[in-house]
């Protein structure tokens, strides 16, 4: 990578700190037409010719017709999206105001309403891939481009882009900036995984230096006096209903619940987690039951529910445009792995959740003892 294209990445990621990393935010009274992009199904085959409707949306509102400003491109992850981003609270809104820049976003393929097939197969997903989803990105924002120049009869408007991303996004920004360095100007990359893991346990290993110690002891008892409820088989149907799980088995219940506390302090909902727990605690109330009501009061109602652990569901491969899990193992399982497991000291997350798990889930959903080769998606992003 050359030296400007460096400071360009690290340019943004610093001023994204300075304003506070989160997803984009959408304008609940605004609203925006969905557009849909004719894109190849794969870029990387010439014979083949098939393509699928991909949907993009526009925020115009702060873009001065007949000027040429820079075009700012929100990269999507793993879901499905409802519109661009709008609210002017959000950075890349604050960006777009300052700038007068368009704002693009491409729902990523596989995801919401942008799918190539009608099902969910193993043959089908070998299409969603990292280097499919970069070239979809970079044909589309290019059309897009020209589109503008057209538009606004400015054949030689430079229209320089510049794109962000959050998580997963964040990590595609890096790449898309790095495989396409004359397609962009510069990238925002937020809390980017760049390169694949195979055994991630740095993810939990943050979490007690996130929460301090008082929280971190709490979560620990809790988390011992669950396991124990769950390995006892008189107790362990009543305890799984309380979490509202009893369609799990043990060690899928406690992925789920590594996510539960995992997820709740990754995405600042801290309080809600450690305040409940450490109040039991200091009342000497049941630690179990208050974790329960945790996950079912705070964590279910923002980010997710029991069956989305379940292989029943995993192995589903019906199209539901809400639904993105299937998907997700499948990039987790052939490409990018980000293998959640437990610290080997300390862990909040149960010791169940170790690579022989993650082995067993990725055969179960998808078959042919199917694993991730980190070493060869490292490579081809370099």
Known sequence: MKRNQILSVLLFIFVLQVFGARYFLEDEKATFPEFIFQQKVDHFTKSDSRTFGQRYFVNLQHYVNGTDAPILLYINGEGMISGPPSRSD????QLAMQHKSPIITLEHRFYGKSHPFTELSVQNLQYLSVAQALEDLNTFVLSFRDSLRSQQKLPNAKFHIYHAGVSYSGALSA?????????TKAALSSSGVVNAILYFDKFDAQIPLAVGGECT?????????????????????????????SMLNDRDFSLMMGDVTGELVQYGEQDSLCLPLIDAWNKKEDLVDALAGVTVKSWNKKFGEAYQYSVDHLKNTTVVYEWADRQWWWQCCSELAYFQVAPKVGSIRSQMINMDYFRNLCNSAFGNNQWPNIHAVNLTKK
Do not use: C, G, H
């Open 90 to 93: 959000d950075f890349i809104v």
């Open 217 to 245: 002891k709490v979560l620990r008892e809790a988390m011992f006096k669950l396991e124990l409820r769950i390995l006892n088989p008189s107790l362990n149907a009543q305890t799984k209903q309380k979490f509202l799980a």
């Open 175 to 183: 790449w898309f900036r790095y495989k396409y360095p004359t397609t």
